[in-house]
């Protein structure tokens, strides 16, 4: 009994440091992505891209590469500890920077972008494991949300560094970036971290135990449910990331105002994020991400009907796509804690059932309202209206049609 509670206390990582190391994770992914968006127009250049939208594929492999492998770490996670597995990830992490570095050809460096999408799988998958080893309910959404907030700086000012970098530097520069901030992060975990997951708990690398954790995850109807909800929500920021730059360079025409355009898009989602951190222990997150879902919604029409009427201009764009990102920072990390919360006994195998689908998902439909950019916002807006329903229609099925209110009492820490 002594012992056991002995390496239960040992597997405690502070909560300052959990959420910290959790943004920082998290941020491999916003860095990898929304630093190379002012770069996009001359990767295509140099390494002659067949297509102007094709340039979006070095977004695209990324987050299809990310998505798919992290199917595959659940097991792994779940069978070799968390730890183990973050410090392997994040060195495929700066290898992966390092391949990008030398790629000669573009079709080189898709495969090195995919590479270090794999890599960024298994760096979260891992992550979250371990917050959900650490907490669930309630206290992990205001883990999630705090990680988040502290995370959103990465978007916000990753374009800005990539500029900053393109003004220094060539586009392979962002890359050495990217370098030096996954070895960091390896040698924090290294040697800050310890394992979440006790000898004990560690299950079987066997095809059998495998497929009944998938299993397991995909019966449960509110885990499958906010998975694939959350997935479409998803799929329409990945669609407007994918086409960012060039509807305001090519679109709007700001020129070097890109970095700050995307900013402030981005900043209203890291405050959705730190009001739901505040929020979310009175409110639920029932509560709060249905009636985010449909202010999503609602103010999508509305911009397409202006769009459609009277016409788009820069201003409405970004507040309508402000008033989205904010509502998808509060169905964002509520909607992950409410996939997680029954999955206490697998939850490496619940984190990549949750990522894939989430992340290969999100990532697909979003390369095709990508690729649809026709040189206005109606396709991204158009995006933005179907997904939202869709995704409203899916949280129907799995509450059953009661929404607003929990069905049952979110977990305590």
Known sequence: MEKSLHQHASTRIPFGELVALTAAVFALNALAIDMMLPALGQIGRELETARPNDRQLIIVVYVLGNGIAQLFFGPIVDRFGRKRVLVWALGGYVLGSILSVFASSFALLLLARAFQGVTTA?????????????????RMAEVMSLAITIFMAAPILAPG???????AAPWRGIFVALLLYGALLAIWVGYRVPETLTPERRKPLRAGPIAKSYQQFIQNRTSLGYTLASALCFGALFGFISASEQIFLETFKIGQGFAL???GVAASLGAATLINARLVSRYGMRRISHSALLVFIIANLIHLAIAATVGENFILFMGFTAISFFALGLIGPNASALAMEPMGDIAGAAAAANG???????????GLIGRAYDGTTMPIILGFVCLGIGAFAI??????????????PDAAP
């Not at 560094?161 to 003004?167: A, D, T, V």
């Not at 894939?356 to 979003?366: D, E, K, P, R, V």
């Open 395 to 408: 949280v129907l099925w799995t509450e059953k049609g009661a929404l607003f209110h929990p069905h049952q």
């Open 161 to 167: 560094f990539g500029q900053l970098i393109l003004f």
């Open 356 to 366: 894939f689908a989430g992340t290969t998902l999100a990532g697909f439909l979003g």
């Open 261 to 263: 355009a995307f900013a």
């Open 122 to 138: 298994g760096a979260r998958v891992a992550m979250l494991a371990a917050v959900r080893d650490q907490c669930s309910g309630r």
